[in-house]
């Protein structure tokens, strides 16, 4: 409690009621409300910060979620381990399921996205020399995993955790086809439009980092922000949700549709957006550490990991789909 009434005095606030809600944060009583006290690790944090909210500020972007000034009128106290920023408690609605504040939420992602906009001009050739080496690396890296399956079935016998990568080769074949698919798609497009759009982008989407509250929808914890395309966002919350298998798969595609026709997306964006989603090097990476020592997991550890990777790409293949067929495609049919 030392600690936290020192922070929160830099705030020119008094705890009189304090309870951790994890480990990093504290929902504080100050006497007239309520605010979360968060703990970071985070590095550059006061220079994020001051991006996040100049920019705020400047385009009015009511959904960023407010933060206090320190009588050093920074909104982040540095210490020796750890920082500290102090933002109101927000309070959810009530009776307001996740599902049902996935479309606000995509809405107001589209927002800020489009207020912070800048249009940055492509270098086609160095574009296309990079697309080639992805498509080499995208070969590359799927023969790696037909020699890993080749290893595995040589074994009298495979372990679980080996027969179900085993069983995901279908799976790993169909990405790495739409990865090239996507790749080439993507090549087509900047020798068209020429142009890459970036914003401001939260870094670090997930369900716990946006609420539906009563004054209307707002992201929180922008510590890991920066300006970049887009599709990172998007891609970053679609992976946060989408190792489960009762993902809902539908509201998600219902809330791209709007995110995509309110901001604009145009379809390099599209293509940038499933590459992000299709990418498979954290995949890769674990069962390359599996193969290098599998005994770094218990088995039962190794087999829960290796079967949310198939649920999020099972979802991820359907969302990729849907953007071939009802953007791609469509646009294609139209022209």
Known sequence: MSKLKQVLQSYGMFPYQGEMITKKLAKVYTGNQYVALKQTKTPHVNRTFAMVYQLAKKKNLSSVAQVYLNDKQSPVLL???????VSPWFKSKQDVSFSSSLLPFFSELAVIHTKTAVDRRLNVDQVQDWIQAQKSKVKTNFNQFEKWIGSFEA???????????????RLIREISMQMEYWYGEWLERV????KMTFSLC?????????????????LINWEKAFYGHPAKDLAQFFYS???YHDAPIEQLIEGLNIYVDQHTFMNGDISILSLHLLNLDRYLQEVYQYVKNPNLRTEVEWIQRF????FYFD????VQKHLQDEHINNDDESI
């Open 155 to 169: 074994n009298h016998y495979m372990s679980p955790s080996e027969l179900l990568i085993c069983h995901s080769y």
């Open 241 to 243: 949700i989408c190792f």
């Open 79 to 85: 210490g020796k381990k750890h920082s500290y920023y």
């Open 315 to 318: 979802h991820v293949l359907k």
């Open 307 to 310: 079967q949310r990777y198939q």
């Open 202 to 218: 939260h870094g670090n989407l997930s369900p716990s980092h946006f609420i539906n509250s009563v004054d209307g929808m707002v």
């Open 191 to 194: 020798r068209e439009e020429k």
